[in-house]
């Protein structure tokens, strides 16, 4: 009888081979009935429509944030899509994708009483939903009155218009900051507080840049992989192809997940990591390789920080000649880092010729990671030691072994250390730019830069990034809150955003936040939870509907109207310019979507020699010649955009904070503290497959698949409170609660739940998911960058209602 986590044996639970399988079963049965039977219909709806000489195809980009920008095609009859499915991409054969989400997303866009279909102006209270319809002038002339209001009584600056991820096309996505920024008013650099930002810091320490990874394809040439808090087969299911088809060629699949997730359920094995553990278990099995010498001292030396020489009085990198320094082990004396046959040292204590103590920074990460034993991590990660071990083991010797990181890992307090820690396990195990190795953040997709997921642009944007000169700031969105709350933001502008929705601590913004801001406008297609809070709501348009840009390496895509507008709706880019127009800056803004986008296509870059505009409507994508269409990945030049010019794990500037190597800290809401004696149960959410945060999800289609969110709790905890599947149940603590159906699993570990992410107060029973987070500023994060809202650190208790 096998035992699959040491929190499941601290419980008495015993995790049997056939209720381990049930639980796989679940999750895999679950997936199959809810996509192919949908995918079945639409495979018959299109082969109907082929028959249809009356069907066009008009092409899309699917701009939601899963990142996977998929080509779709849409069969368009009548000015209705009724049906879409994927689109070519040319020079990848294997790679055309569309989901159910974007398979049905017609039956939402589509659909009127879904859609804001007028400018709607506030006439009851604030979240009461009573609007009345005005005309579009109107609108304008009120938005720009209230702009040049503010301008006039406070300044340009206490006018912000705040974005996150709604619609990744170029126009939809820029429009609001773009207007923003000519105002001369406050845009938001938004990762921190939609929680993307921690994955972000952590690369940008180790790598010198916030994205970077390997082409799925290249797993082809792993021995292992381990997906690390990563849901490829929901949230980037264009990817888990190539995953099946490496464990196929034999590459074992380890996923590390707190759920058993639908990725997990397909893997070689399932580790249920307590959340916010993972650097204690990198740590962990950095500590078994070193103390085993496993670890790649070669790699370390050649492209780490690993042998610089660190200070002991300051914990500052010694200078030499102004440049880093090693010790040479040849001439046993300090060089510069670089000198032509020096020996580097990766251990030691030296001292200089000057009298200066100092050490290879490697000795810190050694030690930081020695006080990581198996007993230590396997306790502090609620997993079996052997299953510690084993991992451990097979991360080191199954050479080349690739990680592909994901955000479900960062979203906590610290939220840098998850990836920072991942990635130096990588280095330490020498898999850093070697393929069929990495440790990934984004990438998937091939590109034109070889670093997947990242392109080197260059369209004709100039005119569309001359924001006229205005004064115009930049905050970080940590800031938001605070902002409001001392009265400096007297207009706020939410385009592209179900905010309410998707940050932290809802009760706050609804109750102690927005009440501070004087004129709230928020444009968005539908209506959702924000919308009912604006003063004035807008009409936006999707992707359907619009003239927009979207790139994926190497492919260029177009966004163009296949379907008649849905009421008075305009693009945020029309909306923009009107009241561009209004506020004096019409010169500015003197383009339709359409000639934008004409406009950004004129290049002289030779890749554009012979693109053609009507081919390109017409098939919806453009192949760049130089796009690279092979499997790349990243660093394999070994080359770091880090201050040491190395894969960089000692950062100097975090010393003063004691986190100058990677490091496992505790959950600020900590079940095993105080709080934790009153609200026992961590509470995480999770990225589904019905939906991409607050879109799709509620069309007849994925309703098979899941109507309501619900909350994904041990039959442990479950049975200890008296509660069965299917029950209602109330989840609480002091900032709030919501009312949801228990999911009563096996596939998640005692003493942690689980909530899908973007469902929204009508779909809950009662509140909502986000009525239970907390949004507390980290002032390390605020050192490196700014603070990711750590949707994870939350304590609740549950009980039966
Ligand atoms: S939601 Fe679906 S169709 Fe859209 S980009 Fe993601 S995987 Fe592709």
Known sequence: MKKYGKGFALKTVKITRRTFIKGVGAVTVTSSLGMSGALRGDTRRAKATEADESVKYIHSCCTVNCTSRCHLKGHVKNGRIVAVTPGLLPGRDDYPNACLRS??????????????????????????????QISWDEAFELIASKLLETKEKHGAHAASFFTMSGNLAKLAWESTTRLGATFGGTTYITEGLMGDHGASMGMNLVFGQARGGHDTRDYMNSKLIILWGRNIADTHTSEMRYIIKARENGAKVIVIDPRQCSSAAVADQWIPIRPQTDPALALGMMNYMISRDLHDKAWLKANSCGPLLVREDDGQYLRVNDGYAVWDEKTKRVVPAGTADAEPALTGEYVTAEG??????????????????????????????????????????????????????????????????????????????????????????????????????????????????????????????????????????????????????????????????????????????????????????????VWDILVRSPWVMVDQPAIETMGESKSDCEICSEVAKRVGLGHLWNKTDEEWIRSFMTSEHPAFADFDWDTWVKEGIFARPDGIYDAVFAFEDQKYKTPTGKFEFYTERLKKYGQEVPAYTRMLEDPQGELGKKYPLVCINYHDRVNVHTQQMLYPALKIVASEPEIQINTVDAEARGIKHGDIVKVFNDRGYCMIKAFVMEGIAPGITAIPNGWTPDQYIEGNMQNLTHFTINPVEEFISQTNSAFYDVLVEVEKV
């Open 356 to 545: 200066v103590k100092c050490h290879p920074a490697f000795v810190d990460l050694a030690k930081e990671a020695a006080k990581y034993t198996i007993p230590v991590t396997a306790e502090i990660c609620g997993l079996e030691e052997a299953m510690v071990e084993q991992l451990a083991y097979e991360y080191a010797t199954m050479k080349p072994a690739g990680i592909r990181m994901g955000q479900g890992m960062q979203r906590v307090y610290n939220s840098f250390a998850p990836f920072r820690t991942v990635a130096t396990l990588a280095a330490v195990a020498g898999y850093i730019g070697i393929s069929g190795g990495g440790a990934s953040h984004m990438g998937g997709t091939a590109s034109i830069n070889p670093i997947p997921g990242v392109t080197v642009p260059d369209f004709n944007f100039a005119e569309w990034s001359n924001t006229g000169g205005a004064p115009f700031i930049e905050k970080n969105s940590s800031q938001l809150y605070n902002m409001i709350e001392n009265e400096e933001v007297k207009f706020l502008w939410i385009g592209v955003s179900n905010f309410i929705n998707q940050s932290p601590d809802a009760n706050r913004v609804i109750g102690e936040i927005l009440p501070k801001v004087p004129f709230i406008v928020n444009v968005d297609p539908f209506w959702t939870w924000t919308t009912k809070y604006a003063d004035l709501v807008l009409p936006g348009k999707t992707h359907w509907e």
């Open 103 to 132: 398979m049905s997303y017609a039956q939402r866009l589509q659909d009127p009483t879904q859609r804001v279909l007028y400018p709607m102006k506030r006439v009851g209270e604030r979240g009461e939903g009573k609007f009345k």
